[in-house]
């Protein structure tokens, strides 16, 4: 996986934290940095600890599947992409101004399910992790502390699109994958 793509595929996993992050920016009614700097750690360790969850995961089970691994990661990634365009035509969730761990955590943990099953597809490609995890972990980190300003001056106006872009981005990714392993794309 070149460079590039792990910055796409980082974007696209990230705009569920940035449109969870904009919805918190709205909530509050008086921004201070530590409020983007919660959400960013929030949302960016969770994108980090998902994918090296499922790439532990994926390779006890790889040499099992190694022959219909790229056909997987075409999968998931679509599912995961689908999933996201859906969510972005339905409204907004009301979301309160806290930033207790009782209110971030499970947001962080809905919002990096999806990179659970990146990381099972980064074991099938042979990523290699630590560098990926990392990148995916401070891009989403920076793109949910901006998400909360873009909250707070904006709204919640740019959710869906936002989510619409992920998960086109993570459909085009699966397909990629699958083009190059079929010998379509080099």
Request: proline share 2%; with cysteine.
């Amino acid at each position: 996986m070149s460079l590039f793509e792990l910055f796409v595929l980082a974007v696209g996993l990230s705009m569920d934290a940035f449109a969870v992050s904009v919805c918190k920016g709205l909530s509050v009614q008086q921004l201070r940095f530590r409020h983007a700097c919660i959400a960013g750690a929030y949302f960016g360790g969770f994108q980090a600890l998902m994918p090296l969850i499922g790439f532990l995961l994926g390779v006890q089970f790889q040499r099992y599947i190694v022959s219909i691994d790229h056909w997987i990661a075409f999968i998931l990634l679509c599912l995961i992409g689908v999933n996201m365009v859906i969510e972005s035509f339905k409204d907004a969730e009301e979301l309160n101004a806290s930033f207790s761990v009782m209110t971030m955590l499970p947001l962080a943990v809905a919002t990096s399910i999806d990179a659970l099953a990146v990381g099972v597809t980064f074991a099938f490609l042979q990523v290699n992790i630590i560098p990926a995890v990392l990148f995916i972990g401070c891009t989403t980190f920076v793109l949910s502390a901006i998400g909360i300003k873009v909250g707070n001056l904006f709204g919640a106006r740019y959710k869906g699109r936002a989510e619409l872009v992920g998960g086109i981005v993570l459909i085009l990714i699966g397909c990629n994958i699958l083009l190059e392993h079929l010998g379509y794309l080099k």
